[in-house]
Every structure is written in C-alpha cells, then in structure tokens.
C-alpha cells in the first residue's frame, strides 16, 4: 500500500513539474523590434537575434540591466550564416535572457569595437521588458 502511495505522489510530482514547464513561453526578437516593449511571464526565455559581423572587429554587447528582472543564460552566441563557411562572412549573434522575477528594465545591445573605446556604437538595441 505504502508503495502505491509513493508512486502516486511521485507521479503527481512530475506532473506538476511539466506543466509548470509547459507554461514557460520563449519569446524571439530581432532587429526589427528594436525600440518596443515586451511583455513576458517569470519563467520565459527571450532570445534576441541581431545580424553582425565578428570579422571586421564588430561585436554585439548586452549593457547592463535590472538582472533581477532579467537575466543573461550563458554567452551569447554567434552563428555564421553563409552554407560554406566563407571567411569574413557575417551571420549573427543570439543573446538567451531569462524572466527571474515581476517587474521592468530596458535591454539594451551595442555593436561597437572594443579597441575602439572613444567611437560610439555603429548600432544599438534596446527593448522595454515588462514581466508580470
């Protein structure tokens, strides 16, 4: 008897799990959202794809933000975009943030060179994030 209880609670617990996970949305952006608000749920995932090009010395950078409302999962990743891998080729640049808790921030990206401190950025991104 006791073994059925067990089973049954370990069964609803893994139910309760994957449907909390089931609720969790990912949320993808790109350039052409650039200066718009979001709305998202604790829990999501936002992803933010942005086109560059790493050969010429230009690279995407996420500015500081309210990382208890937002925050970064892991290194941003850059992906080459031509089949053939042709050198100095762009691509782009994905950026994973995660919903932590309610509240709101502004993410915000440059594409600059980091050799070249006293140069404002070529581009930049923002987006108003609120989670509820």
């Not at 893994?14 to 609720?23: F, G, K, Q, R």
């Not at 990743?77 to 994973?96: I, P, R």
Request: proline share 4%.
């Amino acid at each position: 008897m006791l073994k059925f209880v067990l089973q049954g609670l370990i069964i609803l617990a893994v139910l309760m799990t994957t449907s909390a996970c089931a609720t969790n949305k990912t949320i993808e952006v790109s350039a052409e959202s650039n200066g718009s608000r979001v709305e998202m749920q604790t829990g999501d995932t936002l992803v933010i794809t942005l086109e560059g090009n790493i050969t010429t010395g230009y690279q995407w950078e996420l500015l500081p933000n309210n990382e208890g409302v937002m925050q970064l999962q892991g290194d941003p990743e850059y992906v080459q975009k031509s089949a053939g891998n042709l050198k100095g080729a762009g691509g782009v640049c994905h950026f994973t943030l995660k919903a932590m808790q309610p509240g709101s921030t502004r993410v915000e990206l440059k594409y600059y060179r980091s050799f070249e401190p006293d140069m404002a950025p070529l581009e930049t991104f923002s987006l108003d994030v609120v989670v509820k």
